[in-house]
């Protein structure tokens, strides 16, 4: 449950924040955890609303589209 409360808080990270950081000079954003969280996020919804899938292309699917989501959610916030 720790995790997961983590998770929420990175995946809340305010865009104004990004700005701001970007604004203050900021060269470098890790934004790892972040992807992590919505994989894992995406990976976890997929198999509790089928516990009968066993192949991996069947979840991992929505979470790569989840990572292409955030990255694009992320250039566009600092963009």
Do not use: C, Q, W
């Amino acid at each position: 449950m720790a995790n997961e409360a983590i998770a929420a808080e990175i995946m809340a990270m305010a865009d104004e924040d990004l700005r701001k950081a970007v604004g203050a000079g900021i060269t470098k954003i890790n934004v790892g955890t972040l992807l992590n969280a919505r994989f894992t996020a995406a990976v976890r919804a997929h198999l509790a609303s089928d516990d009968a899938v066993t192949d991996p292309r069947k979840y991992l699917t929505p979470a790569r589209a989840a990572i292409t989501e955030a990255v694009a959610a992320t250039i566009s916030a600092i963009d």
